[in-house]
């Protein structure tokens, strides 16, 4: 019965120690042992120079999650890949397989996260905002509702002596 395993890796090199064990297990003839190689990711919006982009983020950086039969050959093969700290676990020669309500619902926010893509930039209400693109451009104000599903915030600006509420998409502002 195969389960869920979290490893510890160097972080910013996931990919390449992903890979490096994905070779390893074929040469090894254990693609039946260890199934599945994870690096949980997200769809994240960011503006660099005034360009709305959609970019996959990492969601647990420094992190592989692995599918396997814990064996005497797959446990030596993961912990003499290079790049891999061990097993996350109180003992790492008894590794503890991750608990499924866990990993599913790592597998569940991937999923959602894939068709809708989170601002990379998360504000609070009542924070205070410069707004840098549109009608109202440089004016600063407060946060006084946020749609993160639609990437909206609705900035109370003042205006000609009053306060008045101003939509703006998460790109056209900035945290002051």
């Known amino acids: ?42 769809s994240v919006v960011e503006v660099r ?12 950086p420094g992190y ?3 599918e396997m039969d814990l064996t005497d050959d797959a ?19 008894e590794p503890q397989p991750l608990p499924d309500e866990e990993i599913n619902r790592i597998l569940r926010t991937m999923d959602e996260r894939k068709e809708k893509p989170k601002p990379k930039v998360e504000f609070a209400l009542g924070q205070n905002v410069r ?10 104000g407060q946060v006084e509702e946020i749609h993160p599903d639609k990437g909206i915030l609705k900035v109370m600006v003042h ?8 939509e ?9």
């Open 49 to 60: 120079g005034g360009t709305k982009r959609t970019v996959q983020q990492k969601t647990y």
């Open 1 to 42: 019965m195969a389960t869920w395993f979290a490893l510890k890796v160097q972080p910013e090199r996931e990919e390449k120690i992903r890979d490096l064990l994905a070779e390893r297990i074929r040469t090894k003839g254990l693609g039946e042992v260890l199934r599945t190689l994870l690096i949980p990711t997200e």
């Open 168 to 176: 703006v998409e998460y790109h056209q502002v900035e945290r002051t």
């Open 159 to 166: 205006i000609f002596g009053r306060s008045v509420p101003v």
């Open 75 to 93: 446990w030596y093969v993961i912990t003499e890949t290079a790049g891999i700290s061990g097993f996350v676990s109180a003992n790492p020669r």
């Open 131 to 140: 707004i840098k693109d549109g009608p109202f451009t440089n004016f600063e």
């Open 64 to 66: 592989l999650f692995v």
